[in-house]
C-alpha cells in the first residue's frame, strides 16, 4: 500500500492522521532521480545495513558495529524492540540469553547498548523508516529507503556491502465465516493493542491456537483484566510449553484440543463464535458445535516469514513447511544465495527471539568478517555452539529439521550451480 | 502421549513429591517436566539443590540440600516452583503471582488448584516482590498442600 504517496507501507502500523491518502499500490514504485515528495534525495553508504530491529536486528547492529563496521537500522515502527516490546512475560534460556529478564526489558537493555555505540558514531538509527525496494546497482546492494517524520518524507539512496534481513514475520489467518468482523484479530495485533497502547482489544475473547503465543497471550489477556472464555487448539495436543499451559488453567481456563472455530456470529461485529470438536482426521464432528458469548476472536495460528524484500532481491527462496512457508537459503554464517545478503530471525524461518538474538549476532559477525573488519571466528563458532544446545530438546526438533534441510537446498542449489 | 499434553494439568504422579519429613522442613516442587531450554533457578538457587543434565533437561531438586528458600519462584519463568511446608494440619504454599490488586498479608483470599477450581480460604502470610512478580505464602489445611496453586483476590 502507499501511504501520502510512500510506497510499500505497512498501513495496520501507521500512524493515522487527519488527511492521510491511502492507495492501493500494484507494482514497486522506481526510485526518483533528484526529488521524492518534494524534498532532495539524500544518499548513504555503510558497510552494513540492517533491516527490521527487533531481536535478530538489534542484536546483529550490534554485533557488526561492535567490530568496527558502520552500520544503518532501520525499522518501520516509532521504536526499536520489534515484538520484545510485547513480550511482558520472563524469557527462557540461560543467561547468556537473558533469561528470567521480561522481553520489554531486554528490548529496553539492547536499545541501550545501541544508542551508546550511535553516540560513538558506529550506528545510525532510523525507525519510521520503511526500505522501500532493491535497485540496481554495479558494486554495492542498494536500498530505497524513506523516513517517514512527521509530515515529511525523506528519501535516502542507501548503498552499502553487506544487507541483514531481520524482518521478522507475518502472522498467518484462518478461514471461517465471518473472520473479517471486527473483534476478529491476530494475537500480534492484541498484544501491540494491550501492551503498547494500553487499550483492551474486548471483555471476553476467544482464543484459537494452544501453541505458546496463543497460550501466553491468553495470560496477558487474563492481567489485563479481560475474560477468556477457552482456548482451542486443532491438534489433540498443546503446542505450548505445559508450564504456559499450566499458569492459564490454574486461573480457570479451560484448554479444549482437537476443537476449533466453526464460524462467528455477529452482524456488526464479534457477539459470538461456534466452536465444533475435531476427528482424528481434522474434520469438524457434526453435532458437537457449541456457541460461546465473546466479542473478540484472537487467531494464534502461526507465522509465516516476511520475505517479501528477499524475493525482490533475488536470492533463492524454497519452501518448507517446518520454518512457516517460504524462506532464504542461508548457510551457517546465514548468508543467503547472494553475496553480502544475510537473515536472521524468524525472516530465517520460524522460531524463539533467543534463537533469533543469536542468529543475528552470528550474521551481524560473518557480515564484519566478510568486510574484512573482524577475524574473529573463534566467537562464530562459539554462537552456533550455544543455537545447537537451544534447539537439542524436543521443541527445537521443528527448527532443527527446518534448517538441516535450509542446509540441505543450499547445497544442492550451490551443486547445481 | 501424556495426559497433560492434552489437558496442561499436571497431577502428582508427573514430578518429583517430597517425602513426609522433606515437606516438614519445606522444600521447593518443580512443576517442570518437559524438556525446555531454561536453566535460571540452578544459577538462582543459593545451596546447588537443583540441577540439570543440560540445558534442556527437567531440572530435579535434591530435597535434602533444598532449605525452601523460594528464591527459585519468583525467578523461574514458567512461573512452576512452589515451596510447600507441611505441619501437623497446617500447610504453607509459596507460589508465583502476577495478578493486580496485590493481595494483602493477613487477608483471606481463594485458594485454587491446578484446574482454577476454588478448594477453600487461604490466610496471606508473606509478599515479596521479586522484579513484578510477587512471591505469596498462604497459608492452608495441609490436606490442600499438594493441590493448592493458585489464589484469588
Known sequence: MRVNGVPNVRTCIAPLTEGVIVEMQDKLATLPDAEFKGVPKKTLTVDVLVVGAGPAGLCAALESASQGASVLLVDENQCVGGQLIKQTHKFFGSKQERAGTRGIDIAKELEKDVRSLQREGNIMVMTESTVIGYYESENKHRFGVVERYEYQSTLYDVQCDAVILSCGAMENMLLFPGNDLPGVYGAGAVQTLMNVYGVKPGKRVLMVGAGNVGLIVSYQLLQAGIAVDRVVEAAPVIGGYNVHAAKLRRCGVPIQVSHSIKEVCGKNNVEGAVVVALDHQWKPISGSEEYIKCDTICLAVGLTPSTRLLSQIGVQLEFIPEAGGYVALHDRTMQTSVKGVYVAGDASGIEEASTAMIEGKIAGLAAAIQLGRSKNKKLLMQYHKQLTQLRAGPFGEKPRIAKEKIAHEKEKHHASL | ?153
Open chain 2, 1 to 153: 502421549m501424556r495426559h497433560y499434553e492434552k489437558t496442561g494439568i499436571l497431577s502428582i504422579k508427573d514430578f518429583q513429591v517430597p517425602s513426609k519429613k522433606q515437606l516438614e522442613k519445606g522444600v521447593a516442587i518443580l512443576e517442570c517436566v518437559q524438556e525446555i531450554p531454561c536453566n535460571p533457578c540452578v544459577d538462582a538457587c543459593p545451596v546447588h539443590a537443583i540441577s540439570m543434565k543440560d540445558i534442556n533437561a527437567p531440572p530435579v531438586n535434591d530435597f535434602e540440600q533444598c532449605i525452601g528458600c523460594s528464591k527459585c519462584v519468583g525467578i523461574c519463568p514458567g512461573l512452576a516452583i512452589f515451596v510447600v511446608k507441611v505441619k501437623e494440619q497446617t500447610a504453607w504454599v509459596t507460589l508465583p503471582y502476577e495478578f493486580l490488586p496485590a493481595p494483602q498479608v493477613g487477608a483471606f483470599v481463594k485458594a485454587l488448584d491446578r484446574t482454577g477450581a476454588i478448594r477453600g480460604n487461604a490466610l496471606v502470610k508473606k509478599v515479596v516482590k521479586q522484579g513484578k512478580t510477587m512471591v505469596i505464602t498462604i497459608e492452608i489445611p495441609s490436606d490442600l498442600a499438594m493441590d493448592v496453586r493458585n489464589i484469588r483476590v
